[in-house]
């Protein structure tokens, strides 16, 4: 797990807006480095228990769905 969340923070740039999709309950971006690089992360995962799983302050926007129920997000 370690050198894909290494992998993951090398390509992030401040003020990106990520969406994370799957593994709601260990996002690959932390709260700390979504606040240090100013990050807009959507959570993206089939299931709302996963994604309420995730650490508090990791998403500002969260989707119960597929990609596709991710396609209209504003």
Do not use: H, W, Y
């Not at 992998?7 to 994370?20: A, E, F, K, N, Q």
């Not at 593994?23 to 807009?40: D, F, H, Y």
């Not at 508090?56 to 597929?66: M, R, S």
């Amino acid at each position: 797990m370690l050198k894909f969340a290494e992998t993951v923070r090398s390509m992030l740039r401040p003020g990106m807006v990520v969406i994370d999709v799957g593994g709601e309950k260990r996002p690959a971006i932390t709260p700390e480095v979504k606040t240090s690089l100013r990050l807009r992360v959507i959570g993206v995962d089939l299931s709302q228990e996963e994604i309420n799983k995730a650490p508090p302050g990791c998403f500002d926007q969260t989707v119960c769905g597929g990609l596709t129920a991710a396609s209209s997000l504003s």
